[in-house]
C-alpha cells in the first residue's frame, strides 16, 4: 500500500514537471510571437510618422545656465533651411565695369576702400555686394598671380598640407579634403590623385567651375556654391583648404567662411591677405584684414591657430598662412617650432 502511494506520488511530480516544462515552452513562443507583433506595430508606426530619432538634428545638450536646449530640432532645422535656400538666390549684387575691374580704385588707396577709406574717400563700390559671376568672369583664372600645376610653390602647398596635417593626426594619412574656393581648379589634379572621392571641391563663379570640369575633376566631386552663404556637404573631412578667398569676399560674410569651414573638418589650411595702408585698393579685395581678426573668429569656434614662417609662407606663393585646429578634440597639438622641425631645408632656405 505503501509502495503504490510512492509509485502515485512519482507519477504526479514527472507529470507536474512535464506540464511545467510544457507550460514554458508555451509561454516563451508566445513573448516572441509579442514581441514580433509589438516591433512590427512600432515600424509601421516610424513609415507613417518618424520619431525624434529620425530627426536630422536632435535636441541633445541644454544650456548649463538657463536649461534651454542648446540645438534646434530636426523640424525646426528643415524649415530653416528652406528659408537658406529661399535667401540664397545667385547673381544678386552689383556688376563692376570692367574699367573698374582691371585697375586700382584711383579714389581710395590701402585696404580700407570697402569701408570709403573711414569716410576719407568716395568710392562707388564702398559697402556693396559683388555679384560673383560677373566679379570673377572665364579671363580671371587665367591672369596674373594664379599659380601654375607644375611650379616648386604648389609642390610645397601639396606636401606640407599633407606633412602637416599628419602630424596633427598622430602620424595618419590624410585621406579626405574638401577645398573651399579653387581658382578654377589649379590644385584639383593633384588632390584628386591624393584623395580620389575623398576629394571634394567648392567654388563659387560659374566660369570657376567650368574649368574645372574642363580639368577633369568629375562632376559629382564639384560644387558651385557662394561661399559668402552658408553650405554644408553632409559629411565631414580631415582637411580643409581655403586659401586666396577670404580677402575676396566683403568684411560682412568673414564669419560665415570660417564658420562653413569649422564645421567640415577638425584642421583647416588657411590663408588671407594682410592689411595695409600701402596696398593697392583693387575691386577684389575688399577684405584684406589683419591676422589678429581671422585668429579671434577661429578661436570663437574652438579652434587654436599655429602660423607658418615667412620662408614657409613665400614658398607656397601665399598660399597658406596657418593652419586652425580643434582644440580639446583628438589631435596633437602644434607649435611653430614643430612645424619648422618638420620643414625642408629648400624651403627654410627660400628666398
Same mark, same amino acid.
Given at each position: 500500500?505503501?509502495?503504490?502511494?510512492?509509485?502515485?506520488?512519482?507519477?504526479?511530480?514527472?507529470?507536474?514537471?512535464?506540464?511545467?516544462?510544457?507550460?514554458?515552452?508555451?509561454?516563451?513562443?508566445?513573448?516572441?510571437?509579442?514581441?514580433?507583433?509589438?516591433?512590427?506595430?512600432?515600424?509601421?508606426?516610424?513609415?507613417?510618422?518618424?520619431?525624434?530619432?529620425?530627426?536630422? #538634428?536632435?535636441?541633445?545638450?541644454?544650456?548649463?545656465?538657463?536649461?534651454?536646449?542648446?540645438?534646434?530640432?530636426?523640424?525646426?532645422?528643415?524649415?530653416?533651411?528652406?528659408?537658406?535656400?529661399?535667401?540664397?538666390?545667385?547673381?544678386?549684387?552689383?556688376?563692376?565695369?570692367?574699367?573698374?575691374?582691371?585697375?586700382?580704385?584711383?579714389?581710395? $588707396?590701402?585696404?580700407?576702400?570697402?569701408?570709403?577709406?573711414?569716410?576719407?574717400?568716395?568710392?562707388?563700390?564702398?559697402?556693396?555686394?559683388?555679384?560673383?559671376?560677373?566679379?570673377?568672369?572665364?579671363?580671371?583664372?587665367?591672369?596674373?598671380?594664379?599659380?601654375?600645376?607644375?611650379?616648386?610653390?604648389?609642390?610645397?602647398?601639396? $606636401?606640407?598640407?599633407?606633412?602637416?596635417?599628419?602630424?596633427?593626426?598622430?602620424?595618419?594619412?590624410?585621406?579626405?579634403?574638401?577645398?573651399?574656393?579653387?581658382?578654377?581648379?589649379?590644385?584639383?589634379?593633384?588632390?584628386?590623385?591624393?584623395?580620389?572621392?575623398?576629394?571634394?571641391?567648392?567654388?563659387?563663379?560659374?566660369?570657376?567651375?567650368?574649368?574645372?570640369?574642363?580639368?577633369?575633376?568629375?562632376?559629382?566631386?564639384?560644387?558651385?556654391?557662394?561661399?559668402?552663404?552658408?553650405?554644408?556637404?553632409?559629411?565631414?573631412?580631415? #582637411?580643409?583648404?581655403?586659401?586666396?578667398?577670404?580677402?575676396?569676399?566683403?568684411?560682412?560674410?568673414?564669419?560665415?567662411?570660417?564658420?562653413?569651414?569649422?564645421?567640415?573638418?577638425?584642421?583647416?589650411?588657411?590663408?588671407?591677405?594682410?592689411?595695409?595702408?600701402?596696398?593697392?585698393?583693387?575691386?577684389?579685395?575688399?577684405?584684406?584684414?589683419?591676422?589678429?581678426?581671422?585668429?579671434?573668429?577661429?578661436?570663437?569656434?574652438?579652434?587654436?591657430?599655429?602660423?607658418?614662417?615667412?620662408?614657409?609662407?613665400?614658398?607656397?606663393?601665399?598660399?597658406?598662412?596657418?593652419?586652425?585646429? $580643434?582644440?580639446?578634440?583628438?589631435?596633437?597639438?602644434?607649435?611653430?617650432?614643430?612645424?619648422?622641425?618638420?620643414?625642408?631645408?629648400?624651403?627654410?632656405?627660400?628666398?
Amino acid at each position: 500500500m505503501v509502495m503504490a502511494t510512492s509509485r502515485t506520488r512519482g507519477r504526479i511530480r514527472r507529470g507536474l514537471g512535464v506540464g511545467l516544462l510544457f507550460s514554458n515552452i508555451i509561454s516563451f513562443i508566445l513573448g516572441v510571437a509579442f514581441c514580433a507583433l509589438y516591433q512590427s506595430i512600432n515600424n509601421k508606426l516610424g513609415e507613417e510618422e518618424p520619431s525624434p530619432s529620425h530627426h536630422v #538634428v536632435q535636441t541633445q545638450t541644454q544650456n548649463e545656465v538657463t536649461g534651454l536646449p542648446n540645438h534646434i530640432d530636426g523640424n525646426s532645422f528643415a524649415a530653416h533651411v528652406q528659408a537658406l535656400n529661399e535667401a540664397i538666390q545667385p547673381g544678386r549684387g552689383y556688376q563692376p565695369t570692367k574699367e573698374r575691374y582691371n585697375s586700382m580704385l584711383p579714389e581710395a $588707396k590701402g585696404s580700407f576702400w570697402w569701408l570709403n577709406n573711414c569716410g576719407q574717400a568716395n568710392v562707388p563700390e564702398a559697402f556693396g555686394i559683388a555679384a560673383l559671376n560677373m566679379t570673377y568672369p572665364h579671363e580671371y583664372f587665367f591672369g596674373p598671380g594664379h599659380p601654375g600645376s607644375e611650379t616648386i610653390e604648389t609642390a610645397n602647398y601639396h $606636401k606640407y598640407i599633407n606633412r602637416f596635417a599628419s602630424l596633427l593626426m598622430h602620424g595618419r594619412k590624410v585621406e579626405s579634403l574638401v577645398e573651399f574656393g579653387n581658382g578654377g581648379g589649379v590644385f584639383g589634379k593633384k588632390f584628386l590623385e591624393l584623395y580620389g572621392k575623398g576629394y571634394i571641391t567648392v567654388e563659387g563663379s560659374g566660369a570657376g567651375c567650368k574649368i574645372t570640369l574642363q580639368k577633369g575633376i568629375p562632376r559629382d566631386q564639384v560644387v558651385q556654391h557662394d561661399l559668402r552663404h552658408p553650405i554644408f556637404l553632409g559629411r565631414r573631412f580631415d #582637411v580643409a583648404v581655403c586659401t586666396e578667398v577670404v580677402e575676396h569676399v566683403e568684411p560682412p560674410f568673414a564669419a560665415q567662411i570660417v564658420l562653413s569651414l569649422v564645421i567640415h573638418a577638425d584642421i583647416i589650411w588657411f590663408s588671407f591677405k594682410q592689411v595695409g595702408l600701402e596696398n593697392g585698393a583693387w575691386v577684389n579685395h575688399p577684405n584684406e584684414r589683419p591676422f589678429e581678426m581671422w585668429r579671434n573668429l577661429f578661436d570663437f569656434y574652438g579652434y587654436d591657430v599655429v602660423t607658418f614662417s615667412h620662408q614657409m609662407v613665400r614658398a607656397l606663393m601665399f598660399r597658406g598662412n596657418f593652419i586652425a585646429y $580643434k582644440r580639446d578634440g583628438n589631435l596633437k597639438p602644434l607649435t611653430e617650432e614643430i612645424l619648422l622641425a618638420n620643414t625642408d631645408k629648400d624651403v627654410l632656405e627660400f628666398p
